[in-house]
């Protein structure tokens, strides 16, 4: 049979959750930390209702964590904070509300330097992937080290872009993008990752750390894996082109 006080608890809290009105808040993750973390005794306390019955620790308990809860997951903010992060193939997307984005140059990865292809593919410890579609590529770099951690292939004087590393090890890009703007589609029988629209994509190196300075404004993007290798096609297609480019690739 039902404890009284468990129903009771129950309807108060429901009662509650249909009553609470907060507010958007523009910082996401910081704001719900902030409250998590602020301090509890600096305001005065409310005045309240003596209750007839105390609760028992357990319930003090329960109520605590289906408080919590619905801060964190019912909220606004709280549902954002929460699905915050999207991992895929070595490539880690941040979904923000509103995001702004902010770099206007065009970034470098740590030791971006030109090579031939067939030098590229002679370094690079996994095969490097040409897409048919595309052709030959006008520019070929390598970057972050010897045997190189990324491949890339530019066409169309930089605009479209295809980078390639070993997408095993996560992660190698981190990019912000709003939460509608990411989304997982399929190229065969494969998954693939679809953000569309400018974001910011930043190069984290071998130890971890985000290279600030690898910062740009990035256009649509397909992320897909062929045989371990991570392929992330960068430039201004729709959705069905890029997916037809991936269809493509072959290591010639």
């Known amino acids: 049979m039902a404890d009284p006080l468990d129903t009771g608890l129950e309807a108060e809290l429901r ?3 249909r009553r609470l009105d907060v507010p958007p808040a523009p910082d996401v993750a910081d704001a ?9 005794d600096d305001a005065p306390a409310t005045p309240r209702r003596p209750l007839t019955r105390r609760p028992r620790p357990r319930h003090l308990a329960a109520a605590a964590v289906v408080l919590l809860a619905a801060v964190v997951v019912g909220t606004p903010m709280g549902r954002a904070a929460v699905v915050e992060v999207l991992r895929f193939a070595g490539v880690e997307v941040r979904q923000e509300p509103r995001p702004t984005p ?31 579609a595309l052709g030959r590529p006008e520019a070929v770099t390598v970057s972050d080290g010897d045997p190189p951690r990324v491949v890339s292939l530019l066409y169309r004087d930089g605009r ?11 992660p190698y890009f981190e990019k912000f993008a ?23 994509v930043v190069y984290a190196d071998r130890t971890g750390r985000t290279r600030t ?13 062929t045989d371990g290798v991570t392929l992330r096609l960068e430039g201004d297609f729709a959705p069905n082109r890029a997916i037809a480019v991936a269809r493509s690739v072959s290591p010639e």
């Open 15 to 17: 009662e509650l959750g």
């Open 32 to 40: 719900v930390r902030a409250q998590l973390a602020g301090p509890e």
């Open 102 to 132: 902010r770099p206007t140059g065009p970034g470098m990865l740590p030791g971006e330097t030109r090579t031939s292809l067939e030098e590229a593919r002679r370094r690079a410890a996994f095969p490097v992937y040409v897409p048919e």
């Open 160 to 170: 479209v872009r295809l980078d390639e590393f070993d997408g095993r090890p996560s």
């Open 178 to 200: 709003g939460r509608a703007d990411a989304k997982m589609v399929r190229i065969g029988d494969r998954r693939a990752l679809w953000v569309r629209g400018p974001h910011e």
């Open 213 to 225: 300075g690898s910062a740009r404004l990035a256009a649509n993007t397909l992320v897909w894996q």
